[in-house]
């Protein structure tokens, strides 16, 4: 179903507003419930509820600056359609570095889990849709979902990545993915789960859409075993992007309590499984250099698998 063409493709689309089944007229989806129209504009599908993409704007100007400090702007790169692969002297080197370690990690887990058959994927929080385009060329059906259109931090990004992006994009908020149940085989999310304006309504979500036997792989995204440590850690990089930005003062936690995300899963139908991918000298330097900036606190990246449960009914 990967969509380089003009059609939306025929998936099982639901109303972002109601939660009923969409009519699929090739450029637009319809819902007939509520006489809602969501249009494909310049290749990306438009699927927010009413008033939701006014909401959407306040959260952007952040969004857009943490990708930016996470090296994730692809105006940044001369070939951005090698990422994760980059020139050893690009600014971002050591942090393409750590997301080719945990990207690779990712996908001997979906090979374990699923063998070599394709897969129906979401990857969600798509930002730049580097990992889209990497698992579309493995032959795997991708549908990128993602807040944000822009073209350089979000999802019309891909333009630059392709001329024809080989997969489906989907302007939508990770709590209200416009998918009916059980459709799709593994969601991943690479360095997006913790930036989640909800963390649980967001794997709510993601459980819902699995089919029966999917996972859930989140990777990238920082845990600490304690929230102090976790707030000392982001402090620094709070004061620099509402200095560097302009932006308000910083309200969120982008980061991951270990124990209160494992508990978070298994009541979310989820079985957790961490694992650290094996990472270099070049990690373990910078994490000792961002310890010592941070007051001693040590953040882990490690592969989060979580399996769907079987349901109880």
């Known amino acids: 179903m990967n969509n380089s063409g003009n059609r939306i493709t025929k998936r099982p689309w639901i109303c972002p507003s109601c939660g009923a089944t969409l009519l699929n007229l090739g450029d637009v989806l319809i819902c007939t419930a509520q006489g809602l129209s969501f249009p494909r504009r310049d290749g990306l599908i438009y699927l927010l509820a009413p008033g ?33 692969e980059v020139d050893p002297d ?12 945990s990207w690779r990690a990712a996908v001997e887990q979906l090979d374990q889990l699923f063998g070599s058959r394709r897969l129906r994927l979401i990857d969600l929080g798509a930002a ?39 997969f489906e994009r989907v302007v939508c908020e990770l709590e ?53 440590d976790g707030q000392r850690m982001v402090r620094g990089l709070a004061a620099e992007i509402e200095q560097g930005y302009g932006l308000p003062p910083w309200v969120d936690e982008p980061f991951f309590v270990r124990d209160e995300l494992e508990e978070l899963l298994r009541e979310r139908g989820f079985e957790p499984r961490f694992t650290r991918p094996r990472r270099g000298w070049r990690w373990r330097a910078n994490s000792l250099a961002s310890a010592l900036a941070s007051g001693g606190t040590v953040a882990e990246y490690p592969l989060v698998v979580a399996t769907k449960l079987a349901s109880d009914d």
């Open 52 to 84: 939701r993409a006014e909401s959407l704007e306040s959260r952007l100007p952040r969004l857009a600056a943490l990708r930016k400090e996470e090296g994730l702007d692809l105006g940044d790169y001369d070939a951005p359609a090698s990422l994760p």
């Open 90 to 101: 690009n600014p971002w080197a050591s942090l393409w570095e750590q997301r080719a370690i």
């Open 128 to 166: 730049s849709c580097w990992m889209s385009l990497r698992l579309a060329q493995q032959g795997h059906d991708v549908l990128a979902c993602d807040p944000c259109p822009d073209g350089d931090i979000g999802l019309g990004a891909a333009g630059r990545l392709a001329a024809q992006p080989p």
């Open 176 to 228: 209200r993915l416009p998918l009916g149940p059980g459709c799709v085989d593994a969601v991943l999310c690479s360095g997006a789960l913790h930036h989640a304006q909800s963390v649980d309504a967001t794997l709510e979500q993601a459980q819902r859409v699995l089919a029966p036997g999917g996972a859930l792989l989140i990777f990238d995204s920082p845990l600490v075993r304690f929230r102090e």
